[in-house]
């Protein structure tokens, strides 16, 4: 019988991420540094307030962004999380979770635009969205950690990576969706491609973009939560204390709170894509 | 065509092809060969074939076709919305296939004006801010733009509409917005895709008619898509037919009715009605015998009787039409022993213009068995048109179809007249 030698893929892998941990890792552990005090500054800044300022605050923005009915919920619902002793728990997740959308529609917006608008970066760039969506997320936590040690900041990378694909996929997918008889008309008046995606491609967009937007916080909310195992703080570090301890009551206690802080994040979102969905439309 | 019309644009040898290797189809369109088989043998789509016109400035110019006749590859060729595969397009006498993409751009801002068969407004703006779109591509003040918008507005009669947005207007409401947009930033030339296709016939029948008089007053060189004749034909101060990405016919409307160059174009038009585009002109009788104004009634009844008349035009000398003589009032003027037929005079039927259609002539001579005169612009008398010669007219003009459906129209439209 003839012995096939395994492929040294996992090698490869880890030669190839100490190349890169080799030359970089100083330039991001500077900003990892950086990012985490900043992240540890807005979560003290908020905790400066007295929860149930914050909370009313909260409320009276989500009413102005939603309806009566969110807002009431909101209400509700962050008291609750103050009265079980997670308020700066959540704060910290909500942070995080904030952060990593920042960025991935940040990076992801223009992709996006990229690949609606160039057929080449179409075919380059979405079988590589097929790709981190299907990879498993746990994976990307390995590799976050030499670059940015433990700690919220590898948390959002991979966060970051996690969530970015919807925010790139919708914003590809609104603009090619708009008809093809406006971008016509802006063609026959003589528009420039800026012009044409500035004027009409990107306005026509906005609610698909903000759906896409939509995915991408769930995504980093459920992803933040995961990456308590490499020392993000949060809501996930609790649960991930109740599984270390077995307590159940615990565990539950802390994932209501994110389910909560999910329905929040989600409800709001919604709400400002359908304002400007109910803008005009034929 | 009066010779001081100048060409706005001149096609030549138009052609387009659809796909990245046209080479093959051309040299098959170069031996004759027909869209249907180019597409068989290349699997290539044949847009428009050697297209040779030109636009006249200040004319309504129809293209006309049935669809996938290639009428709409055509028009957008014209602002290179297609980029031509062969052929020049020159627009007051410069080429602009060969433009780059910047000199292209200056051109679709300041020569070209379209309007689209579904509006194509952008549902995110204001129509304010859709009528200002090409003056803000073209990068034109926040005030002057907002003052062309408004009169662009006014023109089309959308003023105090201003604020609402697209989805608010009917379909009507809405392509006169696609209209003012295009008027907006005062172009050399209107390319009206089936700018009226998608709304309801009536409608339509009013559009056509504002779209008329509006070009009365802006005098822009329109090029007009449509695939319905008798749009083509109340529209077009000349008329393109197409079938097959190929031109069968260029010429004005009675000519392509009345001297078809085709068998196919014969087939079309076919289905008209022919009153819609008899004019007066064709049925009316040439003024022989008229009464001048400083007649006596005695000569005039003379003349009434040498040409077997109960009536005459009255004229002045250089025959400016006055009013009209019956018989009966000349031998009663005769009889009282007056001199002049000023007395006896009668306005008559209200003239019409030579260019006035069969169809509008049939009202106003239902009512009275008064001859309606025609006219020329300075007043003078051509002709009158009388029920019997316009029947006749009728008559002749389908005999020489002889085609079922216009027959039968016809006498629907003789026994409602007699």
Known sequence: ?282 | MPAEQSVKIAVRGLTKVFGDEPKDALALLRQGETKQAIFEKTGLAVGVADADFDVIEGEILVVMGLSGSGKSSLIRCLNRLNEPTAGQILLDGRDIVPLGHRELLEVRRSKYGMVFQHFALFPHRSIRENVEFGLEIQGCAVDERAEKALIALKQVGLEGWEDATPGQLSGGMQQRVGLARALAVDPDVLLMDEAFSALDPLIRRDMQQELVALQSRVRKTIVFITHDLDEALFLGNRIVLMKDARIEQVGTAEEILSNPATPYVERFVAEVDKTKVLTASAVMRRARSVAFVNDGPRTVLRKMEDEDLSFLCVVETDFRLRGIVRDDAALDAVKRGEKSITSIMEPGVQPVGPDTPVRDLFGLLAETTMPAPVVDDAGRLLGVVVRASLLQGLAESIGSNGNASTSDSATEIVETAA
């Open chain 1, 1 to 282: 019988m003839i012995e096939i030698p395994r492929l040294p893929l996992a090698e490869w892998i880890d030669d190839g991420l100490d190349v890169l941990t080799g030359q970089f890792a100083g330039a991001t552990k500077v900003v990892s540094d950086l990012m985490e005090t900043g992240i540890e500054g807005t979560v003290d800044a908020l905790m400066w307030l007295p929860p149930g300022v914050t909370i009313v605050l909260a409320g009276l923005l989500v009413w102005r962004l939603t309806g009566i009915r969110t807002a009431l919920f909101a209400l509700a619902g962050l008291a609750l999380l103050w009265n079980l002793g997670l308020w700066e728990a959540t704060l910290q997740t909500l942070v995080m979770v904030l952060i990593a959308t920042l960025i991935a529609v940040s990076v992801g917006g223009p992709l996006g635009i990229l690949a609606a608008l160039s057929p080449s970066a179409y075919r380059i760039i979405f079988p590589v969205l097929d790709f981190m969506q299907t990879m498993p997320a746990f994976v990307y936590l390995i590799p976050a950690i030499p670059f940015f040690g433990l700690g919220p900041v590898a948390a959002i990378f991979s966060t970051v990576i996690f969530a970015m694909p919807p925010a790139i996929r919708l914003t590809t997918l609104g603009i090619r969706q708009v008809p093809a008889d406006l971008v016509e008309a802006a063609d026959a008046f003589g528009a420039t491609r800026r012009q044409k995606l500035w004027k009409v491609q990107l306005p026509l967009a906005v609610p698909t973009i903000m759906a896409g937007i939509n995915q991408t916080i769930m995504l980093a909310l459920s992803m933040v939560v995961i990456a308590a195992m490499i020392g993000a703080q949060g809501l996930g570090g609790e649960v991930w204390r109740a599984i270390q301890r077995n307590e159940a009551g615990m565990g539950f206690e802390a994932g209501i709170a994110v389910v909560i802080l999910a329905m929040l994040l989600d409800r709001i979102t919604q709400g400002i894509g359908r304002r400007g969905k109910d803008q005009p439309s034929t």
